[in-house]
């Protein structure tokens, strides 16, 4: 059993991404639920389904190269990271992810409600 289900879900998207893998399987998690939202909106993902018990992610890829590259985490329950709204860059290669006090928010969704929070990970991405 684990307790820490963004590092489970970046764990295991980083090995689909490195296996070439288009499937990943996860334990349903509200909290991961919101960020396969974003996900599906920035087209990392192509769709994903989820259950009571599990969901089930479809992988974007173009050609044979995924979309993401890889994920890095940067805040863990040892160590938290944050970040106001004036340090907030747009980057082309990356994308941050964020919990604020409305939600998980990308860096342009951040930028745009102006409001930001804990630093959760970095998406980067070959396009």
């Given at each position: ?5 963004l ?7 980083n090995?689909?991404?490195l ?6 399987y996860?334990?349903y998690?509200g909290?991961?639920l919101s960020?396969l939202?974003i996900?599906?909106?920035r087209?990392?993902?192509s ?15 173009i ?9 890095v985490?940067?805040?863990k329950p ?5 970040k106001k709204?004036k ?9 941050e ?7 998980i928010l990308d ?15 970095k ?5």
């Amino acid at each position: 059993m684990y307790n820490f289900h963004l590092s489970d879900f970046i764990t295991r998207f980083n090995n689909c991404v490195l296996g070439s893998k288009k499937i990943l399987y996860l334990r349903y998690s509200g909290y991961i639920l919101s960020i396969l939202y974003i996900f599906k909106d920035r087209g990392y993902i192509s769709k994903f389904t989820y259950s009571s018990r599990n969901m089930l992610v479809i992988i974007n890829y173009i050609n044979t190269s995924p979309i993401v590259s890889r994920i890095v985490l940067i805040s863990k329950p040892s160590r938290r990271v944050y970040k106001k709204v004036k340090d907030l860059t747009i980057r082309s290669f990356y994308n941050e992810f964020y919990s604020t006090n409305i939600g998980i928010l990308d860096t342009n969704s951040a930028i745009n409600h102006k409001t930001c929070g804990e630093c959760l990970f970095k998406v980067y991405t070959n396009v």
